[in-house]
């Protein structure tokens, strides 16, 4: 038997692009289902369809076609009967697949029916390919698009049935489900998802500008969003080599891919009318320079071949014919390499101009984002202090009432307690919170034995002694609404402390 085994030297890659592939193949854009209740009484659900959407990647692509017909027909389901068995055959046979990696994504369209009635679905959608080059009728699929159905596995099919109140229809609610295939149908095939089909890129063609534009600006909104969480400055000086690396990318992408758009505006944005003819003025002006190069190069030479001929001319009347010869080959030698230096001289010359002209413009760019980053910081500065100042009113405004209230506390409690026992409080009322005064004024007053035995509510306080103790008497029933929070808070602590 034949045996092939590995050795231990390493592989040798092929380095493929993406867009290397077989050139029999075809690209094509599926529109595989819609969201919502469809015509088949089943119902899917945005979440659910997101779910399915992972087993789409690698997918066959299949269909039954007829070649009487000249068009697909249906799943191909056949139905034979054999030794009294009944039995289920598949004629579908594979033209392709889903791309394993595959874009898949959700997008609304507007359905019209044969009444003219519109009707907005979100199909999910993807990307495949089809084997066009090996199979003629497929093209007709690429060329004129054709109906599309999925086929799930029925293992797998999770769901379940319910009724739909508003319509009275039943709905087989499907929960999870695996694509087994998506099956091509004939032109006069309905499918279940009126508007699912296989036909050539459309939507996706328009991908990759949309995805540039939109990393483009999502990279200048997370550039501002950095610069101004680190302060500006500081952040300009971290990242400045890769903003100037990411901006040079981003420069000569531009450069790569603007063609037709004549009238879009640049980074400084001037439109690209102007922009064409400052570069057709530059290019102009660059020649000029050139052709003065060139002419004044010219009439150096001419004035170094005259003299060179005054001088040969001397020499030849003193020469031989044999050393006219020679001289004249030596001669034809001299100017070709006479020639080749001017012309090394004038490209060199012309370079020069060109790595001048690119400097200038870099120091330009540069400057430019140097200054717009200096804008920004200012704007920022200018926002930061408007804050601080707001939040130093806010701030002083809240102190004011939370004094007075602390204020109006201790005058309270003057009426029972003695200057003495109120100093604490006043000399330290801003280091204090309410609560804090509050709690130390109530624990004063049980500790000098402040008693509210029975005193009514017109009753009116007495002072005596160092040595009498202060009275000011509520009942326990009298406590209410309008009793005095202070007193409230004394009885509160009182309480406590038993």
């Not at 086929?151 to 499907?174: C, M, P, R, V």
């Not at 200038?360 to 760019?365: A, V, Y």
Request: with cysteine; proline share 2%.
């Amino acid at each position: 038997m034949h045996q092939s085994v590995a050795t231990i030297q390493s592989p040798e890659f092929i380095n493929l692009q993406p867009l290397d592939m077989n050139p029999l193949m075809s690209k094509c854009e599926i529109k595989v289902l819609y969201v919502g209740q469809n015509r088949n009484h089943s119902f899917i659900t945005k979440e659910v369809a997101t779910d399915m959407a992972k087993t789409l990647r690698g997918a066959p692509i299949v269909g039954y076609y007829k070649d009487e017909k000249e068009d697909f027909r249906d799943h191909g389901d056949k139905v034979i009967i054999e030794d009294g068995e009944i039995k289920f055959e598949c004629q579908t046979k594979p033209y392709g697949f889903v791309s394993p990696d595959a874009k898949v994504w959700f997008k609304e369209f507007e359905d019209t029916d044969e009444f003219g009635n519109v009707e907005t679905r979100e199909y999910l959608m993807t990307t495949g390919y089809l084997w066009t080059g090996q199979y003629e009728e497929v093209q007709k699929v690429v060329d004129n698009g054709r109906p599309q159905s999925m086929e799930l596995d029925s293992e797998t099919l999770d769901g379940h049935w319910a009724e739909d109140k508003n319509s009275g229809i039943d709905f087989f609610i499907i929960n999870d489900a695996i694509f087994s295939k998506l099956c091509i149908l004939g032109d006069d095939v309905e499918p279940c998802f009126e508007g699912s089909s296989v036909t050539a890129p459309q939507v996706s063609s328009s991908f990759t500008a949309v995805d540039d534009s939109f990393k483009n600006t999502l990279f200048s909104m997370l550039e501002e969003l950095k610069f101004a969480l680190k302060g500006g400055t500081e952040m300009s000086k971290v990242d400045e080599k890769t903003t100037d690396t990411q901006f040079a990318k981003d420069e000569e992408e531009k450069k790569n891919t603007s063609t037709d758009e004549s009238k879009e505006v640049d980074t400084q944005g001037k439109p690209e009318e102007e922009k064409d003819t400052e570069e057709k003025k530059a290019n102009e002006e660059k020649k000029e320079d050139e052709e003065e190069k060139k002419t004044s190069t010219k009439h150096a030479k001419k004035e170094d071949e005259e003299e060179k001929k005054e001088d040969e001319d001397e020499e030849k009347k003193f020469a031989s014919d044999d050393d006219e010869e020679e001289y004249a080959a030596k001669e034809d030698e001299e100017e070709k390499t006479e020639e080749d230096e001017d012309k090394k001289a004038v490209e060199k010359s012309a370079k020069a101009d060109d790595e001048k002209e690119e400097k200038s413009d870099d120091s330009e760019e540069k400057k430019d984002d140097e200054e717009d980053k200096e804008k920004k910081f200012a704007l920022l500065e200018e926002e930061v202090s408007r804050l601080q100042k707001e939040n130093e009113a806010l701030l002083e405004f809240k102190h004011k009432v939370e004094r007075k209230e602390k204020e109006a506390l201790i005058e309270q409690f003057s009426v029972i307690l003695a200057e003495e026992d109120l100093k604490d409080v006043k000399e330290n009322i801003d280091k204090y919170s309410y609560s804090e005064i509050e709690s130390k004024l109530s624990v004063t007053c049980v500790r000098k034995k402040v008693s509210f035995d029975s005193l009514k509510e017109d009753s009116t306080s007495t002072t005596g002694t160092e040595d009498d103790v202060i009275s000011y008497t509520i009942t326990d029933g009298d406590v209410s609404s309008s009793t005095p929070g202070w007193v409230k808070s004394v009885r509160r602590t009182q309480a406590e402390n038993k």
